[in-house]
C-alpha cells in the first residue's frame, strides 16, 4: 500500500515537472503570436493548431520536447512591414520545400561541416542576449508583475528546488489574466485550404526566405542538434542534422496550406523546455494539446485569451532563457581563439539584431586563421 502511494506521488510530481516544462517557450510563442494575429491578420485557429500538432509530432519522432516557434526573422519583416498572411504562407511553403531538398540530398549534414563549435557557441550566446534584451521591454510593461514572477522564479529554482518553477507562475499567470479575459464566441475559426499564387511565392521568398535562411540553419538546424545533445545527452539520439530539416520542411508545407504560420525548432526553445522541467516528450504532448484546444474550442477568441497573459511573467520567463541559453559558451572559455570567435559572432549579431552577420564574421575569422596557420605551417615544412 504504501509502495502504490508511494508511486502515485512519484508520478504526480513528475506530471508537475512536465507540466512546467511544457510551457517553457511561450515567452517567444505567445508575444510572436499575438503580433501575426492582431497586425498581420492570421487565422488564430489555423495558427495554433499546426503549431499544437507540430509538437506532438515532433515530441513523438524525436522523443523529446522540440520548441515550435514562428520563424522570427520572417516574423519581424512581415509585422514591422504589415505584409498579409497570404505572402507569409507562401514564403512558409517556399522555405519547407528548401529544407526538405536539404535534408533528402544529405546537403543539410555537409553544411553542417561550416559551423565549428565557436561559431555554435557564439549563435548560442547572441541568441541569449537577444532574448535578454527583447524581454526587457516586456518586464517594463508590468514592472510589479515582473518583480513578484521573478522572485518566484528564483525561489523555485534556487531554493525551494522541489517545485517546478513554472508551476507557481503559471498560477499566477491564470490569475491575473482572469479580469483581462473578454466572453467571447466559442467555437474554432474556419479554415481555408490553398495554394499560393507565384506572384506570393515570389515576394515571399525575396522579403522573407532570403533574409531566413542562414538563421534557420545556424540556430534551428545547427545549433539545435548541438544544444539537444549538450542537455539530453543519448536521449537525443534522432536529433540529426538530416531529421531536423526534414520535420521543419513537412510541418511548413502542411502550415502554409492549412494557413499557418511558418515555424521551425530552435536551439533558445530547446533550452526552455528543458530547463523548467521537460526531461521527455511528454511536456511536447502537452503543450500540443493545449494549443489544439485553444485553437478548435476557442478559436474565436483565442487573441483575447493569450493577450490577457500578463506581459510581466513573460519578459520574466525570456530572461531566464536568455541567460541559461548565454551560459552554454562556458565550454569553450579555456581556449582563446574559440572564445574571441565566439564572442564576435554574439556581440554583432547582438548589436546588428541579425545572427546571419556574426555568423558570417565568425566563419571567416575560423577558416581565416585555419590558412593562415596551415600555410605558416607549410612554409616552416
Not at 54 to 63: D, N, R
Given at each position: 500500500m504504501k509502495n502504490s502511494r508511494r508511486s502515485f506521488i512519484d508520478r504526480t510530481k513528475q506530471f508537475m515537472w512536465d507540466i512546467s516544462g511544457a510551457f517553457g517557450d511561450i515567452g517567444v510563442l505567445f508575444p510572436i503570436a499575438i503580433a501575426l494575429i492582431a497586425k498581420n491578420g492570421f487565422n488564430p485557429t489555423a495558427l495554433f493548431l499546426m503549431a499544437g500538432l507540430?509538437?506532438?509530432?515532433?515530441?513523438?519522432?524525436?522523443?523529446i520536447t522540440m520548441p515550435v516557434q514562428p520563424l522570427k526573422a520572417m516574423a519581424a519583416i512581415a509585422i514591422a512591414s504589415g505584409l498579409g498572411y497570404e505572402v507569409i504562407n507562401a514564403a512558409g511553403i517556399t522555405m519547407g520545400v528548401?529544407?526538405?531538398?536539404?535534408?533528402?540530398?544529405g546537403l543539410s549534414v555537409k553544411l553542417g561541416w561550416f559551423f565549428p563549435v565557436s561559431v555554435i557557441r557564439g549563435i548560442q550566446l547572441g541568441l541569449g542576449m537577444m532574448l535578454i534584451k527583447a524581454s526587457a521591454s516586456l518586464m517594463n510593461d508590468e514592472a510589479l508583475v515582473s518583480?513578484?514572477?521573478g522572485a518566484i522564479l528564483i525561489t523555485s529554482v534556487f531554493i525551494i528546488k522541489r517545485i517546478p518553477p513554472l508551476i507557481p507562475i503559471i498560477i499566477l499567470g491564470i490569475i491575473l489574466s482572469l479580469k483581462g479575459i473578454q466572453p467571447a464566441a466559442i467555437g474554432p475559426v474556419a479554415l481555408t485550404l490553398g495554394l499560393p499564387s507565384?506572384?506570393?511565392?515570389?515576394?515571399?521568398f525575396i522579403i522573407l526566405v532570403l533574409p531566413q535562411i542562414a538563421l534557420t540553419f545556424g540556430n534551428a538546424i545547427v545549433a539545435t542538434e548541438a544544444t539537444g545533445k549538450m542537455l539530453y545527452g543519448d536521449r537525443a539520439g534522432r536529433l540529426t542534422l538530416k531529421a531536423i530539416p526534414m520535420s521543419m520542411g513537412l510541418a511548413n508545407i502542411a502550415s502554409g496550406i492549412i494557413g499557418g504560420t511558418p515555424m521551425c525548432h530552435g536551439c533558445g526553445g530547446l533550452t526552455a523546455h528543458y530547463k523548467f522541467g521537460a526531461a521527455s516528450e511528454k511536456s511536447g504532448y502537452i503543450i500540443g494539446i493545449t494549443l489544439i484546444v485553444l485553437a478548435v474550442l476557442f478559436g474565436s477568441s483565442a487573441l483575447y485569451i493569450i493577450s490577457a497573459f500578463p506581459k510581466g511573467i513573460l519578459g520574466v520567463l525570456l530572461c531566464y532563457v536568455g541567460v541559461q541559453h548565454s551560459l552554454f559558451i562556458k565550454d569553450i572559455l579555456y581556449?582563446?581563439?574559440a572564445t574571441f570567435i565566439a564572442l564576435t559572432v554574439a556581440v554583432l549579431g547582438f548589436l546588428t539584431n541579425n545572427l546571419t552577420i556574426g555568423f558570417l564574421a565568425g566563419i571567416g575569422i575560423h577558416f581565416g586563421?585555419?590558412?593562415?596557420?596551415?600555410?605558416?605551417?607549410?612554409l616552416k615544412g
Open positions: 507540430f509538437y506532438i509530432t515532433s515530441a513523438y519522432y524525436f522523443k528548401i529544407l526538405l531538398l536539404i535534408s533528402i540530398t518583480l513578484a514572477s507565384l506572384n506570393n511565392l515570389w515576394t515571399g581556449e582563446k581563439q586563421l585555419k590558412t593562415f596557420t596551415w600555410t605558416m605551417n607549410l
